[in-house]
């Protein structure tokens, strides 16, 4: 689901339903846009978050768009210092900012990723967790991927999307 | 204005600003002003109770609106389980809203200055945007708490009479006046 509306768009629905003029000074927001995933139905109990995948999932799907972090923060609106922590620190939780905005940009499922960086806690036998731990398991890290890091990368995107 | 991050499901980190940041800003509040505890309705809403009651229905939708690094707003939907009251579409279904709330800072009722207004204009824009999502044309129910009705009204809900234990107004928007608050845009 998306909600993308102009920011005057914005300001004449905060005017109505407060009845007054807008201080455009305290209001929000400039632009929303929220990505929605399938309810995927995933249980919510049992905190096993694979300690790295998030990371290194992000840090992967840079690679594959052929983006330094400096360029991935800049495009996709994130805090450089949170994006280097969050690709080198495997037990940094990023903020649900972060998340989301990194998750509309690669185009993969936001409550996925949610879950995958530990705000949501996943079943440790859910699809998604297996998948992380496999992901997390696989090939170290070198400049440009290799076909099984390639391959490796898809096959986990896949099973974030879900069936 | 500024930008916002609406988030589709409430998380650990939102229910920690509820505990953390919502409640002792409004227990302040409460503490300093006898005529607020009296008209302030809402402070009572545990959302953590809330989060985990309708976790596991499956037709539960969550949001959160973000900034400024804290949780601005809240939501819980439903998207199965209620059907509409309004003569015209009566027994239809609709995204029904369990729950919405601002941070009590962004409150004119509770402060002097309110930081951020629009929260749950926006909020309800997301749960209307998720009816026609869900091929309901737009149609959204909701029980106002009294201090919110004539927002309802401005949104252009209908106000229908009262439902539920204490009855509170039930609010119905129509596929008319969901097409008006979109817009054309």
Not at chain 1, 3 to 21: D, H, N, Y
Request: charged share 25%; aromatic share 8%.
């Amino acid at each position: 689901m998306t909600l993308k509306k102009t920011r005057s768009w914005f300001e004449a629905l905060i005017a109505r339903a407060e009845g007054v003029p807008v201080d455009v000074r305290a209001t929000v927001p400039a632009e929303h846009e929220l990505h929605v995933s399938p309810n995927a139905g995933f249980p919510s109990f049992v905190p096993g978050v694979v300690h790295g995948a998030f990371g290194k999932f992000i840090q992967m799907m840079r690679r594959k768009n052929r983006l330094s972090p400096e360029q991935l923060a800049e495009r996709a609106n994130v805090d450089l210092p949170e994006l280097l922590q969050v690709e080198e620190d495997s037990g940094a939780i990023p903020s649900t900012r972060t998340v989301v905005l990194l998750a509309q940009f690669f185009g993969v499922p936001v409550k996925a990723l949610l879950q995958l960086s530990g705000h949501a806690t996943v079943d440790s036998s859910s699809p998604i967790a297996k998948a992380a731990v496999r992901f997390a398991a696989s090939s170290k890290s070198m400049d440009k991927l290799s076909a099984e890091e390639r391959e490796a990368l898809n096959e986990f995107v896949r099973a974030l999307e879900g069936p | 204005m500024i930008a916002a991050t609406m988030v589709d499901d409430i998380v650990a980190s939102h229910l920690a600003d509820v505990r953390g940041k919502w409640q002792p800003f409004l227990e302040e509040r409460l503490a300093a002003d006898a005529a607020l505890r009296r008209r302030e309705q809402s402070s009572h809403w545990d959302w953590q109770r809330k989060v985990d009651y309708y976790r596991p229905g499956i037709a539960s939708r969550f949001f959160a609106l973000e900034c400024d690094g804290a949780t601005q707003g809240l939501m819980i939907v439903d998207t199965a389980t209620m059907f509409c009251q309004v003569e015209g579409q009566k027994g239809k279904p609709l995204v029904y809203v369990h729950y919405v709330s601002t941070a009590p800072w962004n409150l004119p009722s509770v402060t002097d200055r309110p930081i951020y207004a629009g929260v749950g204009s926006v909020l309800i824009a997301v749960a209307v945007q998720l009816s026609i999502d869900e091929e309901f044309q737009g149609r959204v129910g909701l029980q106002a708490l009294p201090q919110a009705v004539e927002f309802y009204r401005r949104l252009g809900f209908s106000h229908i009479g009262e439902s539920g234990k204490p009855p509170l107004p039930y609010f119905e928007l129509t596929e008319e006046a969901a097409r008006r608050l979109l817009g054309g845009m």
